[in-house]
């Protein structure tokens, strides 16, 4: 699969890690940035990515920053996203399982170290299907905010 990931400064390390691991994983990563640890605004490097979910490009994608809430943020504001911070395999599974979250948000600071429990986070995501049932009806209440909603 195509995977989108983009990072600020503070995620770049990390970036570069999953990176590899992807590639390991027989997936091809597409970097939108940012390519070194100069500092940068991370917004700037999350709407790539969400960007391109949102429109249905790719359908996940994973962004990385220092401690993986402000591209989680950022990336939420688009409509056809639904991104999730994840920092335990165990919740990576929970995100897709549950909310059919479609863009993992990594908090790279504590992470880019943790090449293992990088894997196991990106196993458990890929390995898991959104379960649907009761989790649909509250995905779509959530999908629900963002529709009709004028300017």
């Known amino acids: 699969m195509i995977i989108p990931i983009a990072s600020d400064h503070a995620g770049y390390k990390a970036k570069q890690v999953t990176k590899s691991i992807l590639e390991k994983m027989g997936h091809e990563p ?46 939420n504001k688009y409509p056809k996203v639904r991104a999730a911070l994840v920092y335990t395999p165990s919740v990576s599974s929970l995100t897709r399982l549950h909310n059919n979250a479609n863009v993992m948000c990594l908090p790279g600071r504590d992470l880019e170290d943790k090449p293992e429990v990088i894997e196991e986070m990106l196993t458990a995501w890929f390995d898991t299907e959104f379960e649907g049932g009761r989790h649909n009806r509250r995905v779509e209440k959530i999908e629900s905010l963002t529709q009709n909603k004028d300017a």
């Open 30 to 75: 597409v970097d939108f940035g940012t390519h070194s640890e100069d500092s940068v605004d991370y917004p700037d490097f999350a709407i790539q990515v969400a960007e391109r979910v949102n429109s249905g490009d790719f359908p996940q994608g994973i962004l990385v920053c220092g401690s993986g809430q402000g591209v989680c943020m950022t990336a």
